[in-house]
């Protein structure tokens, strides 16, 4: 067993060196960055440091988030609201999940249900994706501007993000900008046209034709999943073009944040990139990685980890 200490210091200057004491009856020793001392070192001495605190740097979660209490929807699988959304072949409720199998939960079924989440005292909805994809989870999109046509449209998402809103409840979206479905047109374009499509550096190709070879993909896919190809986020259309996603859903339903799929598989060049684009279209906008394991590399790039070993925040 262990506990965690914390304590808010404001500096006095903009730079901070540091040193813990720990203290058992009459024995003091010291942790510093360069490790245990037995004796107080002189400043110098290794301590723990902020060379300088630059305002532009400082971390700032957005105030809302701070007391926001978050519900995760994964819409297939949460309520049936138009059964004449309904996918072929759509299971009784309540029955058994299985990774191939739908119950038709949809916009709609959220939207009956937000008075019941106002009363659980939720006022923050996270959604797994949303957008046009042939499984139940809708982490292989096909288009990131359309909602799937199971769930409702897109002006059914408006609606269901207006009345959260009415309701003070904010609404996070989840990115899923590492890889896409096989059926994302510019990897059907790749498909058909090899190297030769406008599309082949959208994409990580590893050998001709693309196709799957020995059960093992011939381009980097999420996992070894070869109906999800890996997206080359370096490309700079390809940054384009999932920038301007992340832009265009703020604007189009006032979204107030983004969940990043896989966060720690996706270049960190984007994903600064994408905290600009996102924070100066809502400032306010809340925004968290996921990650699977603890890659310092990225979360100190933006931010201090939460306590979640698999989310960051960059927000």
Sequence with gaps: MFDYWETAVKPKFKRLTYIFRITAGTENIYLADNGIHYALPYATGGYYEFSY????DVFKVPEWAKEAVFYQIMTERFA???????????????????????????LQGVLNHLDDLTKLGVNAIYFTPLFQANSYHKYDTIDYKKVDPHFGD??????????CHRRGIRVMLDAVFNHCSEDFPPFQDVLKNGKNSKYADWFHINEYPVRIKDGIPTYDTFGFYGNMPKFNTANPEVKAYLLD??????????????RLDVANEVDNHFWRDFRKVVKTANPEAYIVGEAKELNFAITLSFSNPLLHPRLFSIA
């Design 245 to 258: 996603v992340a832009e265009y859903w703020i604007k189009e339903i006032k979204l107030d944040g983004w």
């Design 80 to 106: 049936n609201g138009n059964p004449d959304l309904n996918p072929e072949g759509t299971q009784e409720w309540g029955g058994r999940p299985e990774l191939d199998n739908y119950f038709g939960g949809d």
């Design 154 to 163: 897109n002006d059914m998402l408006k609606k269901v993000a207006e009345q």
């Design 53 to 56: 605190i630059h305002e532009i």
